[in-house]
Every structure is written in structure tokens, then in C-alpha cells.
């Protein structure tokens, strides 16, 4: 199993950035696949997730209406478009999933937003 995160950055606040998580080595079709975050000194926390299969989605309260996550089946890659960035947005976001019980992760790409 892989995940493969990339686009993160630097950006200011109220700008744009899509984050993108290709996955491998696994069946997607009976998978989600999540972002998680995490900032300096604190927990590493859900922000999104999405099921390969309906596409169900599921956001925290903190990024609705500000982040998307949508799914390429073709590409095997989830999207996370998050628009109108705050610096409390700054964090290392994560790809993660669980296959047969047990958790994968990319590994982290940062995105910093500047006041």
C-alpha cells in the first residue's frame, strides 16, 4: 500500500491550494481515503475523507465550506481543493487509509499560510 501526497506550500491567507494523494498496492474500490492534519504542537487531527465506492464525503467543522475533497477512480488519486486558507490552516496534512484493518499514511507535505 501506497500514498503519495504532494501540493503543499506557501500561501497567504485567503488563497487557494490542491492538495494530492495518489494511492497504489490496493483495492480501492472498498476504500476512503482521509486527510489528516497537523500542526506545531498539537494532535494530528481529521479534516476530510472520501469513499472511492459512492463517494461519500465527510469534512470537520473547521474546513466546511472552505475545503473539497473529490476522488479520480481513473487516476487512482484524491483531491483536497481548500480555498480561503487562514493560518490556523498551517499544518503537515496527511493521506491516510485503512486496508484490512490497518493504517496507512503518506507521507506529509506542508502547507503554511502567512497572515
Known amino acids: 500500500v501506497q500514498l503519495q501526497a504532494s501540493g503543499g506550500g506557501l500561501v497567504q491567507a485567503g488563497g487557494s491550494l490542491r492538495l494530492s494523494c495518489a494511492a497504489s498496492?490496493?483495492?480501492?474500490?472498498?476504500?476512503?481515503i482521509g486527510w489528516f492534519r497537523q500542526a506545531p504542537g498539537k494532535e494530528r487531527e481529521g479534516v476530510s475523507c472520501?469513499?472511492?465506492?459512492?463517494?461519500?464525503?465527510y469534512y470537520a467543522d473547521s474546513v466546511k465550506g472552505r475545503f473539497t475533497i473529490s476522488r479520480d477512480n481513473a487516476k487512482n488519486t484524491i483531491y483536497l481543493q481548500m480555498n480561503s486558507l487562514k493560518p490556523e490552516d498551517t499544518a503537515v496534512y496527511y493521506c491516510?487509509?485503512?486496508?484490512?484493518?490497518?493504517?496507512?499514511w503518506g507521507k506529509g507535505t506542508l502547507v503554511t499560510v502567512s497572515s
Open positions: 472520501i469513499s472511492f465506492s459512492s463517494g461519500s464525503t
Open positions: 498496492g490496493f483495492n480501492l474500490d472498498y476504500s476512503a
Open positions: 491516510h487509509t485503512v486496508v484490512f484493518g490497518l493504517d496507512y
